[in-house]
């Protein structure tokens, strides 16, 4: 049973919090800025192969620094649910009448909007360092990806912040996580450069659809099939919603 | 019918039996206590008539409601203050509230009025709009007790309401329980370690110790397990002579000279007290200080588990009141 009042309550509180902690955007924009500053910059001029030269590299970085971004910011969501739980918050949200999965549904909708917040603020920025953004509609559109991809690594966080107690155990498990899936995704490279066996692993990551369908859709160069993208984030992101549920269901609160 | 009735209610750790087949019953409006020492299940108890727990086995019925079988319809009646803190303190007071009310599906206008009131109740009106992270300990504590009150409870469970408060917040905190508790019939159940506060607040009181309901009772009930009051004297002169002399009298159960002390066990110390100095000032002894007390909760609990519920401090005083004690409840 879906409560919309439970998610919106839950939403509000995140939003809240999120504008009222400046402190945290900018530290979760600087890791990515600086990567569209100086990778993007500095390898302005190389050539990849496989790559038409009339994209340009920093035109391929900046879909997949956008998904880096949805990443690493998804991914820390279920870091405030571990603060929540440490505060005894979670308690409180747990002994009121709201249906679980209405409370997972809430805790995804807040964090999966600060992460596509984050991921427009990059975009903005590399407008401002000479991206060409297609279309309104384009741009529209892919927000809906960022929506999926945030979906999917807000719900490995939040499987991981069920199993785990402590602040520390949760950032170490999760960089080890979040690190190989950044630099399988192809957001840095043509994935189609690695050898055969690492390109292998490749196809196993989600943020590989995640950035080839942004790519597709903001500078008109993909790998796969728009479509191909977009129903294999969709299927999963719909399966690690009923994961984290289930996950959440049967946690230890106390 | 009852608020809360609980049938053999049991839950395991694995091999460790945190909660033994306890059953009670509280009745609508009651202010119930479970008294004991840390650790002998009453936060068990609770989690599990709150519904974050389940019990290995025994049933339960909270404002109707049977446990395991209808938890939304609980949740909504019940109110909990949780040992730990359970606020967010990256909010303020007053957002804080929201939250919880609009978690219950309390309307907007409706909201508003009943934030506005469960303020008033614990004082804490004009430091709505502040920062949780900014308060006290008593003032996070009271805003707790207030995010309680707003979806109007029946039952209301506190679990260790004032442990780790001074005692002037303790006392305005007991207050604000009592007064809800009479003013809005609210049924509540407390846990506490703190003998005064069961004393103080509980209609009634369950003493438990090792997952066991070992006593149930009034405190007055409780406390007339007990066999008579205690006086403490201290003597300048013969303290054998008058030690016999008081000996004699029927209403003395007991005398325990130690030094220059002499303890005495007797029942109504009020009417007697003037024949013990008649006594002292025809044997020619002079009494230098008097001491007296009525028996506490903590005494009976003494009787009951064989042990204080706190750690003894190791000083003399102590373990001479400890050995009074023990005497008194022979």
């Known amino acids: ?254 | 019918m009852s608020a809360i009735i609980v049938k053999e209610l049991t839950k395991k750790f694995g091999e460790f039996t945190a909660v033994d087949s306890v059953s009670f019953s509280v009745e609508p409006g009651e202010l119930f206590g479970l008294l004991g020492p840390n650790g002998a299940g009453k936060t068990t108890i609770i989690n599990m008539l709150t519904t974050l727990l389940l019990p290995t086995s025994g049933e339960a019925e909270i404002a109707g409601y049977g446990l395991g079988r209808d938890p939304d319809s609980i949740r909504t009646n019940i109110g909990i203050i949780f040992q730990d803190p359970s606020l967010d303190i990256g909010l303020t007071g007053r957002e804080n509230l929201e939250f919880h009310a609009m978690m219950y599906n309390i309307r907007s206008n409706e909201r508003k009025k009943r934030i506005q009131e469960v303020f008033d109740v614990v004082g804490l009106t004009d430091k709505a709009e502040i920062l949780v992270e900014n308060y006290s300990g008593g003032m996070k504590r009271r805003l707790e007790i207030a995010r309680g009150l707003i979806h109007y409870p029946k039952v209301l469970f506190l679990d260790e309401p004032t442990l780790g408060l001074d005692a002037q917040t303790r006392r305005s905190i007991w207050e604000y329980i009592r007064n809800l508790n009479r003013n809005y019939g609210t049924c509540v159940i407390l846990t506490t370690h703190y003998m005064e506060e069961a004393d103080f607040l509980c209609d009634r009181i369950a003493i438990i110790d090792h997952g066991k309901i070992i006593a149930l009772d009034t405190p007055s009930g409780l406390k007339s397990r007990l066999l008579g009051d205690c006086v403490s004297l201290t003597i300048e002169g013969r303290i054998d002579l008058i030690a016999t002399a008081l000996g004699e009298k029927e209403w003395v159960r007991e005398v325990i000279p130690d030094g220059k002390t002499l303890d005495l066990i007797l029942s109504d110390y009020e009417k007697n007290i003037p024949e013990i100095f008649q006594t002292a000032s025809n044997l020619g002894v002079r009494i230098s200080s008097i001491n007296f007390s009525k028996p506490s909760l903590e005494d009976v609990f003494i009787r009951l588990t064989g042990s204080t519920i706190r750690e003894q401090e190791g000083s003399r005083k102590s373990v001479r009141q400890e050995r009074m004690r023990r005497r008194m409840l022979r």
């Open chain 1, 1 to 254: 049973m879906i409560q919309a009042r439970v998610i919106y309550v839950l939403w509000r509180r995140e939003m809240i919090k999120y504008f009222r902690v400046r402190s945290r955007i900018a530290g979760a924009i600087g890791m990515p800025a600086f990567m569209l500053i100086f990778q993007g910059m500095g390898f302005r001029k190389v050539e990849f192969p496989g790559l038409p030269a009339s994209i340009g590299y920093f035109q391929y970085l900046v879909p997949g620094i956008i998904g880096m971004t949805l990443l690493f910011t998804a991914a820390y969501a279920g870091m405030s649910v571990i603060m929540d739980k440490q505060f005894g918050f979670l308690k409180e949200v747990m002994v009121t009448p709201a249906s679980r999965i209405s409370i997972v549904l809430g805790m995804i909708s807040g964090s999966a909007t600060t992460s596509i917040i984050q991921a427009l603020i990059i975009m903005l920025m590399s407008v401002l360092l000479g991206f060409r953004l297609p279309l309104i509609h384009a741009v529209l559109f892919s927000i809906v990806i960022m929506a999926l991809i945030s979906m999917i690594f807000i719900n490995i966080g939040l499987i991981l912040s069920s199993l785990l107690k402590d602040f520390h155990g949760f950032s170490t498990v999760i960089n080890f996580i979040a690190f190989p899936l950044f630099l399988l995704s192809g957001a840095l490279f043509p994935v189609s450069n690695l050898p055969a066996p690492i390109r292998i692993l490749s196809y196993f990551d989600p943020l590989t659809y995640g950035v080839d369908a942004l790519r597709g859709i903001l500078i008109g160069h993909c790998e796969f099939s728009i479509v191909l993208n977009i129903s294999i984030l969709l299927t999963l992101s719909i399966l690690m919603v009923c994961a984290s549920s289930y996950f959440f269901q049967r946690a230890e609160i106390i």
